[in-house]
């Protein structure tokens, strides 16, 4: 996007190629919501989505389906062709349908409790803040967003509105995940000692805005590296206590001009665990590898929307699959009912400590030093 674009013309034109996803989740097709469900129920949270890309369709509006305590109230779109499919499609009044420019409108709309941004990286900000000063709960995507100083304007926005920030951490939720937390918090297996975490696709479109620095914040490691680093964090129950880092070689200089095409970096943390992570646009792969003094566990595929599999050296994991988006959204949901909160594992502080992470990231593999975290 060149310097000059005016930023009007950018958000009008938004809608195309939004949520480029890395891998698809089979889940069998559900009925379009039916009108009834945007009667106001106290029991079900009205959620909008602000972006309606291959994330938003393929796997947030799924889960919204699906879910039992939250639905889709409204869309958020720069495009007037997807409001209208999307309007038809779950019978969405049209009052709550809105574009980038009146969005702020939904201030007025009683449907909408919680907007869930799904905008390429560099507009989460923006439509967080947005969202917040109209007195709506917010959900992001991760990453939280393209710099610190970002994410700490957005905790902030969301303090001083009074409303909730929770960032799109579905992992959080997913069965495979939450038993290698468990088994490397509790030490099932004795300490733990060293992790193997790689990430990486052949990316297509070169023309996506994945590519580009100023909409993406950065390449595979702001994209699919960032599950690395939230594994790292939550197998050990720590926080890391320094990083280097290394970018790989550029096969593609016209396709990587402007973001990395791989990244690896090694972090320590306070048991005295070592971490080694991967990320790439260029090379398939997904994998989390946890080595402790009495035996390791394995997932893969470990990041990706499933079926997730996973085993140790004991035996195979034999844990229930589920579409990740609707778990996800269920059990924040579930929370905020029962506390007016959502959960603290995936509020604005867990998001900006990942970007404090790979901020650091970023400049080891440019400086060649070591980067302390503490």
Partial sequence: M?????????????????GTTTA??????????????????EKKLGVALVGLGSYAKN???VGLENAK???LAGIVTGTPAKAEEWAKKYNLPAKNVYNYQNF???????????VY???????HREFVVRAAKAGKHVMCEKPMATSVEDCKVMIKACQDAGVQLGIGYRLHFEPFTQEIMRIGQKKVFGDVRFIQTNFGFSIGDPTQWRLKKAMAGGGPLMDVGIYCVQASRHVLGEEPLWVTAQYGPISDTERFKDVEENVSWQMQFPSGAMVNGFSSYKSNIEQLYVSANKGFVQLSPAYSYGPLKGKTHEGDLKLPVVHHQTVMLEEICK??????????????EEGLRDMKILMAIYEAAQ????????
């Avoid at 989740?25 to 106001?40: D, G, Y």
């Avoid at 941004?117 to 507009?123: G, I, K």
């Avoid at 400086?367 to 503490?374: A, D, E, F, H």
């Fill in 117 to 123: 941004v799904v905008t390429p990286n560099s507009l």
């Fill in 367 to 374: 400086t060649g030093k070591r980067i302390s975290l503490v």
């Fill in 69 to 71: 305590n939250c639905y």
């Fill in 104 to 114: 702020d409108e939904i201030v007025n709309n009683k449907d909408i409790d919680i």
């Fill in 335 to 348: 929370e905020f009912l029962a506390t007016k909160k959502f959960p603290t594992h995936i509020g604005g």
């Fill in 59 to 61: 796997q947030l509006a």
């Fill in 2 to 18: 060149s310097e000059n674009q005016s930023r009007r013309s950018f958000l009008q034109n938004l809608g195309v190629g939004l």
């Fill in 24 to 41: 698809a989740f089979a889940v069998p097709s559900v009925m379009a919501i039916q009108e009834t469900k945007l009667q106001k129920d």
